[in-house]
């Protein structure tokens, strides 16, 4: 049984605090990732057991502290943007022509945030080191397993492009969640570990290379490179970029077409699809402040509303969907989420930075925009990250001389030349 301290009396509750606190985090540091390779609805069901349980250790330890620390994440610049954000989806329930499936994806993305707060205030203040050894842990021995799983397939015939479909999903988690595992390490200065980790999760990003989550690692380390190298500047950007991203994208269009349109002829598909985003964003300009509604663009391109070349972004979707209302208020909760991770520790703004670069840099490449277990994918991971905030070294440990210097006895004690000892006397 997990003990607070050795010598410290039996404390039954605390026990089963710990353990169950344990049981849950290991269920979304080790278990997730390698599940995500053998179940398309791991993250779905394990991330909400493993906040769970997380839940029930936190009341059990100290009934107080969870609603102090819900309040305290709710409160939060960052969180009361995304909630108000979330706020504006379910009133777009309104006017979106397809109220029932929409009022499912509104759902899920309730149910998602409500799991991220109620995760992170259910996290104690210190995290211990054995508990988050498991999110290298985890992630490392799903990279392995993943590569395990590409090479059977490749080596075999037919149904080799089958079994590889059965587990993109899976790859995607790991690759998303080998942010949070490389800022552990380096954070304890396991360089050789974290190397290690990279290169294995490098060679499985390159499998994915034609769906786009090469392209996002890519952008992802870079990002991660620039911060380790300058973290305010690189920080700064990085936000500006992305919230600029957000909040100007119906001018991307307009600005990529003539560009495209030098391009051969294997770009064909993307000027079609810019050019019926173009036209979109001229042809009603009013939807540009209210949006259609949520959920309409997948459900626009199943019932003809849409032609199927529309575009496939999160970029397009959340304009289309919840107009610049949405749109702004999804660029400033990405703004000060970014720069609040510049205020963290090296490794752990470069990781949490490269994550936020990574995931945006998927959806804008159409990637599981707004799908359920993506979406509780980046609730696991964001619990991941405030787990090793709360798991970093608060003070400077001094440093022990290598041979320590010999004391001289006061005068007082000193024996005189000839004369007893002090001990003698």
Same mark, same amino acid.
């Given at each position: 049984?997990?003990?607070?301290?050795?010598? &410290?009396?039996?404390?039954?509750?605390?026990? *089963? %605090?710990? /353990?169950?606190? @344990?049981?849950?985090?290991?269920? +979304?540091? !080790? #278990?997730?990732?390698?599940?995500?390779?053998?179940?398309?609805?791991?993250?779905?069901?394990?991330?909400?057991?493993?906040?769970?349980?997380?839940?029930?250790?936190?009341?059990?330890?100290?009934?107080?502290?969870?609603?102090?620390?819900?309040?305290?994440?709710?409160?939060?610049?960052?969180?009361?943007?995304?909630?108000?954000?979330?706020?504006?989806?379910?009133?777009?329930?309104?006017?979106?022509?397809?109220?029932?499936?929409?009022?499912?994806?509104?759902?899920?993305?309730?149910? &998602?945030?409500?799991?991220?707060?109620?995760? *992170? %205030?259910? /996290?104690?203040? @210190?995290?211990?080191?054995?508990? +988050?050894? !498991? #999110?290298?842990?985890?992630?490392?021995?799903?990279?392995?397993?993943?590569?395990?799983?590409?090479?059977?397939?490749?080596?075999?015939?037919?149904?080799?492009?089958?079994?590889?479909?059965?587990?993109?999903?899976?790859?995607?988690?790991?690759?998303?969640?080998?942010?949070?595992?490389?800022?552990?390490?380096?954070?304890?200065?396991?360089?050789?570990?974290?190397?290690?980790?990279?290169?294995?999760?490098?060679?499985?990003?390159?499998?994915?290379?034609?769906?786009?989550?090469?392209? &996002?690692?890519?952008?992802?380390?870079?990002?991660?490179?620039?911060?380790?190298?300058?973290?305010?500047?690189?920080?700064?950007?990085?936000?500006?970029?992305?919230?600029?991203?957000?909040?100007?994208?119906?001018?991307?269009?307009?600005?990529?077409?003539?560009?495209?349109?030098?391009?051969?002829?294997?770009?064909?598909?993307?000027?079609?699809?810019?050019?019926?985003?173009?036209?979109?964003?001229?042809?009603?300009?009013?939807?540009?402040?209210?949006?259609?509604?949520?959920?309409?663009?997948?459900?626009?391109?199943?019932?003809?509303?849409?032609?199927?070349?529309?575009?496939?972004?999160?970029?397009?979707?959340?304009?289309?969907?919840?107009?610049?209302?949405?749109?702004?208020?999804?660029?400033?909760?990405?703004?000060?989420?970014?720069?609040?991770?510049?205020?963290?520790?090296?490794?752990?703004?470069?990781?949490?930075?490269?994550?936020?670069?990574?995931?945006?840099?998927?959806?804008?490449?159409?990637?599981?925009?707004?799908?359920?277990?993506?979406?509780?994918?980046?609730?696991?991971?964001?619990?991941?990250?405030?787990?090793?905030?709360?798991?970093?070294?608060?003070?400077?440990?001094?440093?022990?001389?290598?041979?320590?210097?010999?004391?001289?006895?006061?005068?007082?004690?000193?024996?005189?030349?000839?004369?007893?000892?002090?001990?003698?006397?």
């Amino acid at each position: 049984m997990i003990r607070r301290n050795a010598n &410290a009396p039996l404390d039954p509750a605390t026990d *089963a %605090a710990l /353990l169950l606190r @344990r049981i849950g985090f290991a269920t +979304l540091a !080790l #278990v997730l990732p390698l599940a995500s390779l053998v179940s398309r609805r791991a993250a779905v069901v394990l991330t909400p057991i493993g906040v769970a349980l997380l839940i029930i250790s936190s009341l059990i330890e100290e009934r107080g502290s969870f609603g102090r620390n819900l309040k305290e994440a709710v409160f939060s610049r960052p969180s009361l943007i995304l909630v108000g954000l979330i706020g504006w989806a379910v009133l777009s329930l309104v006017w979106s022509p397809y109220t029932f499936s929409a009022s499912e994806k509104a759902g899920n993305l309730i149910f &998602a945030v409500v799991l991220g707060f109620c995760g *992170a %205030a259910a /996290l104690p203040e @210190r995290m211990r080191a054995s508990n +988050l050894n !498991l #999110v290298a842990l985890g992630t490392g021995l799903a990279a392995l397993f993943a590569l395990a799983l590409m090479a059977a397939s490749s080596m075999r015939n037919p149904t080799a492009e089958a079994e590889v479909s059965s587990v993109e999903r899976g790859i995607s988690a790991v690759l998303i969640m080998a942010w949070p595992a490389l800022a552990w390490l380096l954070s304890r200065a396991r360089g050789l570990s974290a190397l290690g980790l990279a290169l294995a999760v490098g060679m499985l990003s390159l499998t994915r290379f034609e769906d786009g989550e090469a392209v &996002a690692m890519i952008c992802g380390a870079v990002a991660f490179g620039a911060v380790s190298a300058n973290r305010a500047v690189a920080v700064r950007i990085i936000a500006l970029i992305i919230a600029g991203l957000m909040l100007f994208a119906p001018v991307l269009p307009f600005l990529l077409i003539p560009i495209v349109s030098q391009l051969p002829g294997s770009a064909d598909e993307l000027h079609r699809s810019l050019a019926i985003w173009a036209d979109i964003v001229g042809s009603s300009p009013v939807q540009l402040v209210t949006g259609h509604g949520l959920d309409t663009v997948l459900r626009a391109r199943l019932t003809g509303g849409l032609p199927q070349d529309a575009p496939n972004t999160l970029l397009f979707e959340t304009w289309y969907e919840l107009g610049i209302v949405g749109a702004a208020s999804a660029a400033a909760c990405l703004y000060f989420a970014i720069r609040a991770a510049g205020t963290m520790s090296g490794p752990l703004a470069a990781g949490v930075t490269a994550a936020y670069t990574t995931a945006f840099a998927l959806a804008a490449l159409g990637f599981a925009t707004l799908q359920t277990w993506w979406l509780m994918t980046l609730a696991a991971v964001i619990l991941l990250f405030i787990a090793i905030a709360r798991g970093q070294y608060r003070t400077d440990r001094p440093l022990a001389p290598l041979s320590p210097r010999p004391t001289s006895a006061p005068s007082h004690t000193r024996p005189k030349a000839g004369g007893p000892t002090p001990a003698g006397k």
